[in-house]
């Protein structure tokens, strides 16, 4: 199964971003994206941000992988 996980664009050179995902920064390609700005909210996948969505979505989808993992975790 892949997951895409939502994060925010904090830096962009060139067609790289660094995207910050729940208190990891990664590097990301951009190339599918090029309209991408600092700030933006990104869905990443195979280190390339797929498409934009707003503050809101990523957040609850956040708050579903967070629930999901806890539940991996206790067993459930």
Known sequence: MCLA???QLTAIE???G???VSGTTVQVRLDLLPEA???DFVLVHA???LTL???Q???DTLAVLREVRD???AGD
């Open 5 to 7: 996980v939502p994060g």
């Open 37 to 39: 700005r600092e700030g």
């Open 53 to 55: 969505i707003d503050q």
């Open 71 to 73: 539940r991996v975790r």
């Open 47 to 49: 280190g390339f941000a």
């Open 57 to 59: 979505e990523a957040a």
């Open 14 to 16: 060139g067609a790289t």
């Open 18 to 20: 660094t995207v910050e």
